[in-house]
Every structure is written in structure tokens, then in C-alpha cells.
């Protein structure tokens, strides 16, 4: 149910009712020179134009006891005023509340619910996207936002150009010039003598799993309650569920998940490793960790020697003789 398929930047759900995945793709197809800054052009009138009309056709379709779920449904407030009323992190936080509220308290996982729930889902998704989303061309502080980025393409920390944007310290115009639009001061290719930065040389070579660890903790921010890391394996998916229900992440905490992605994997905090953190919270101790996983005990009591304390759900309650 929570397989997300990803449409240019806005992940629709899979299932999502068909009425607001169309409005999602037409939305898509319009929105280039729109963003939450712009005057000309603010993303929240397109979102006027195209998801309140569709929005109005899906909740007259829908029984009474979902209306409460959805921003303004059933109050004669569209949801793009809504937005503007509380503006777009507040109304992410409002999305996700809601469809916390639904899961616990009118969830039957019947074929309607599942839909209800991806395509709440994909609003969120796209409020998300509202709200990072910049314009197609402007000028900042003398340089041309469109070689703007965000963060840093290996961990939660805005890219040099992007810092120095927000308003971050003053440069001549040569060393503007000279700021990377994809990587933090930490994680740059070279160094300012020339030669190859090791910490991007190290974070080149883990981009991968750096990205698949970022997938697997958004995904379990975005529904709490049960496993939807999706990593195959079940102890795995458990891991994650319990380190996440101790954080307060949420999907929109970008830098933040980013962040623990990057430190995961320059921890070394491999799947075996989260193996075998879920089975310690279960109370299994070394021998039995051991059996379970079909590997030395010497190799576990390694493993958990090297792990970092702020990777451990629970300390180890016992241990063999």
C-alpha cells in the first residue's frame, strides 16, 4: 500500500485516488516558474487552479467519517486557503496529525481506507514539494539562483552556494563564483589547495547506501505506527520502526534525516548490525543472536562492540559467560 512512485518531484502513492493523481500530474506539468517566494508566480495559486476542484469532486464522494481528516474538507475552506491560513511546514504537520488520527481510530485496511490513506499521502507529498520547491530563475545576492540546490548531495548541510544565499558570510566576487551548488564546505571534491577532498572521495563511494538509508528513514517517518522501511527483511524494518519512534522526526525534518543517513553510514551501521540491535530489544542475548542469524558469537559480540551508542534501542540486559 505504501509504495510511493515517483513523478518528476512529487511521489504518488500507489493507490492513490485517481481523481487527485491526475490534478498531481497536471499540477506538475505547470508548475516550473512557481514557488512558495514567488510574487508573480506563488505556488499556492496553483494549487487553487488545479487541487481544490479535484479535491472537491473526491471528498463529495467520500462518507463522513473520512471529512474530518482532510484539511478544511466539510468546512467550506479550500485547501489551498488553508495553507495560506497556516502556511506550508504547519500544514504538513497538520496532514500528518490528521492521517495519524485516521490510522488509529477508523483504519479497517478495507480497499477504501487503503486508498484514503495513499491519498492523503500524496498531499502530504506534495505540500512537501511546495514547500522546497524554488523558482525556475532568480538572482541572489548577485548570483543566478538557478545553480541553487539546497543541501548537499551527501548529507543535511545547505551547499555552499545555497548557505551563502540564506545570507552566511560575505565573499568577493571570485570566490562566489566559486561556491559549489552541490556540496557543503565539508564535503566539497577539492580543498582549497587543490587537492582531492578524502571526506567526498569517502562519501562518493557510499552515495548508494547513503541513499538508500535516506529512502528507508522517510519512509518510516511518514507512517509510524508499523514497519515501512522496506528493506526485505523483517528485523531490519523493525530496527528502523523502534529508532525512529524514539525520535521526533518527520517527513519535512529533511536536513535532520539527512543527517542521521550520513552518519549511519559512515558508522558503518550495516543491516546485519541493525540485525542484531532488533534482537537485543527482543532480549535475545549473544549465543542466541548468534543462532538466530546463523553466524560466530564472537562475530556478534564484534558487531556490537563497534556500534555507537546513539544506534542502540535498548542496553544489553545480559550477556553469556
Request: charged share 30%; hydrophobic share 40%.
Amino acid at each position: 500500500m505504501v509504495d510511493m512512485k515517483n513523478t518528476s518531484t512529487i511521489a504518488i502513492w500507489d493507490g492513490c485516488d485517481r481523481t487527485i493523481s491526475d490534478a498531481v500530474r497536471r499540477f506538475l506539468d505547470c508548475w516550473e516558474p512557481y514557488s512558495a517566494s514567488a510574487k508573480r508566480y506563488p505556488i499556492v495559486r496553483l494549487v487553487e487552479e488545479f487541487i481544490d476542484p479535484a479535491l472537491t469532486v473526491y471528498v463529495a464522494a467520500l462518507p463522513s467519517r473520512y471529512l474530518g481528516h482532510i484539511p478544511g474538507a466539510g468546512t467550506g475552506v479550500a485547501f489551498s486557503e488553508v495553507i495560506r491560513l497556516v502556511g506550508f511546514d504547519a500544514m504538513v504537520r497538520l496532514q500528518r496529525q490528521l492521517l495519524r488520527a485516521f490510522i488509529l481510530t477508523e483504519d479497517k485496511q478495507s480497499k477504501r481506507d487503503q486508498r484514503f490513506i495513499a491519498t492523503l499521502e500524496t498531499l502530504i507529498e506534495l505540500v512537501w514539494a511546495c514547500k522546497r520547491k524554488q523558482p525556475a530563475k532568480r538572482d541572489v545576492r548577485g548570483l543566478n539562483g538557478q545553480r541553487l540546490r539546497g543541501f548537499c548531495r551527501f548529507c543535511g548541510t545547505l551547499a555552499e552556494l545555497s548557505s551563502f544565499a540564506s545570507g552566511e558570510g560575505q565573499r568577493g566576487t571570485d570566490e562566489q563564483l566559486r561556491l559549489s551548488n552541490l556540496y557543503c564546505a565539508a564535503h566539497r571534491p577539492k580543498l582549497p589547495d587543490g587537492e582531492w577532498n578524502p571526506a567526498y572521495r569517502k562519501a562518493k563511494r557510499s552515495v548508494a547506501q547513503f541513499d538508500l538509508e535516506l529512502t528507508r528513514l522517510s519512509r518510516q517517518c511518514a507512517v509510524r505506527g508499523t514497519p515501512q522501511a522496506q528493506s526485505g527483511e523483517e528485523l531490519v524494518d523493525g530496527y528502523i520502526l523502534y529508532y525512529i519512534l524514539g525520535k521526533t522526526l518527520q517527513p519535512g525534518d529533511e536536513a535532520e534525516l539527512r543527517d542521521l543517513a550520513r552518519l549511519m553510514v559512515d558508522s558503518r551501521l550495516s543491516d546485519r548490525k541493525k540485525q542484531i540491535l532488533m534482537l537485543q530489544r527482543l532480549d535475545f542475548n549473544q549465543s542466541a543472536i548468534a543462532r538466530r542469524l546463523g553466524i560466530e558469537r564472537q562475530a556478534v559480540s564484534k558487531a556490537i562492540a563497534s556500534i555507537p551508542e546513539i544506534f542502540r534501542l535498548t542496553p544489553s540486559k545480559r550477556s553469556d559467560a
